[in-house]
């Protein structure tokens, strides 16, 4: 049984930086695609970053140069940097994983950018 346990969120300043993980349990962590969606409140669920066959990133165009996707296949984990953030960055992250579509997903871990 796959489990996705996301952490590292909490509450920071405009420009701030904050840095979420997400440990993976149950999968073939080496060829096991990962991703982070977030959803603010009111709006849908979107896709921010993924990182798939272990080495090819994207990022949705509304954090590319702020946040940064990358795995420790040692330690079943993926990790999401995220830095400059801004109160639009509020929301509640989710790691998702597959094989092919994303279809395992955590519990969520809230953000909130404010001063």
């Known amino acids: 049984q796959v489990q996705l346990v996301e952490s590292g969120g909490g509450l920071v300043q405009p420009g701030g930086s904050l840095r979420l993980s997400c440990a993976a349990s149950g999968t073939i962590f080496a060829i096991y695609d990962m991703g982070w969606y977030r959803q603010a409140p009111g709006k849908q669920r979107e896709l921010v970053a993924a990182i798939r066959r272990r080495v090819t990133t994207s990022y949705a165009d509304s954090v590319k140069g702020r946040f940064t996707i990358s795995r420790d296949n040692a330690k079943n984990t993926v990790y999401l940097q995220m830095d400059s953030l801004k109160p639009e960055d509020t929301a509640v992250y989710y790691c998702?994983?597959?094989?092919?579509?994303?279809?395992?997903w955590g519990q969520g871990t809230q953000v909130t950018v404010s001063s």
């Open positions: 998702t994983g597959g094989y092919s579509d994303f279809q395992d």
